[in-house]
């Protein structure tokens, strides 16, 4: 009887305070936001492994192509609240016309629901994260982004926020895929120098118990020729040294470059 009693109470003090007009009682359901990265060239989608051209004319054939995006956080009335910690875009499977209309995802959830005014997030590993090496996340779990070894530089203590590598067509035979050294691409940007941050305006309705996607676009024309222009056949391969100022004037391109490069 206790037990049929104190239902009956639950029940009438739900109903009361769920009235017309009147705050329900009933914490709503959280939501989640996907964000989605694809590619863009001229011709559609980047494909790994296949020429395309830029607008300037040359001819690029990619075979890697990936970023750190970190401190990832929603914008609402002025504040920004932190949805995500650090993640990497990596195209690595777009070889695949399929795989590259679809995009890299990342979903963050336990959201208020509600609406929101854009995204955050910087491109690259912002300084906290930086500070600690692959051993330190690998500590935290063998699935933590950041424990693999293969994206860290350990002369300069950093983690390798772009990678960019492939081909272009030096010598106008028509094809960038052959494989000839010279004409290698190899763009690799790191240390806390070329952190940038990048925010997207966008209208954000993040539903009770549901998901919102905001679709991201990366222009691969801006990637080489936005904030500043990539002299590609005299700049062809270059990483973040602080000893080498040449080195740091050409990922500097590329840092600016990209924060350009996306869009909604």
């Known amino acids: 009887m ?14 009361s305070c769920c009235k017309d007009d009147e705050v329900c009682c009933v914490t709503p359901t959280e939501g ?12 559609g989608n980047m494909l790994l492994f296949q020429d395309f051209d830029l607008n300037d004319g040359t001819q690029l054939n990619i075979n ?59 491109i690259g590993v912002d300084a906290d994260l930086n500070a600690n090496d692959p051993t330190y996340y690998a500590g935290l779990g063998t699935d933590h982004v950041l424990s693999s070894g293969i994206d860290y530089w350990s002369g300069w203590e950093s983690y390798i926020f772009t990678k960019i590598e492939g081909f272009f067509d030096r010598n106008d035979n028509g094809t960038a895929g052959g494989g000839d050294p ?26 009770e118990g549901g998901s919102f996607t905001l679709p991201l676009v990366i222009d691969m024309d801006k990637v080489f ?9 005299n700049e062809s391969v270059a990483h973040s040294n602080p000893l080498i100022e040449e080195n740091m004037v050409i990922t500097t391109k590329i840092a600016d470059n990209l924060v350009e490069a996306i869009s909604k």
């Open 64 to 122: 890697k192509f990936q970023f750190y995006i970190s401190d990832i956080r929603l914008l609402k009335s002025g504040e920004e609240i932190k949805i995500g910690e650090v993640e990497l875009v990596d195209f690595k499977t777009h070889s695949n016309p399929a795989v590259a209309e679809a995009g890299e995802s990342f979903n963050f959830y336990e959201l208020a629901p509600g609406t929101y005014e854009g995204v955050k997030f910087g």
């Open 2 to 15: 206790k037990k049929l009693l104190t239902l009956s109470l639950f029940a009438v003090l739900v109903f």
């Open 225 to 233: 020729n936005s904030a500043a222009s990539v002299d590609i056949p």
């Open 182 to 207: 010279d004409e290698a691409i190899t763009y690799h940007t790191g240390t806390n120098e070329l952190y940038r941050e990048k925010t997207i305006t966008a209208a954000i309705e993040i539903p």
């Open 32 to 43: 989640s936001l996907e964000l989605n990265f694809t590619t863009q060239t001229q011709n």
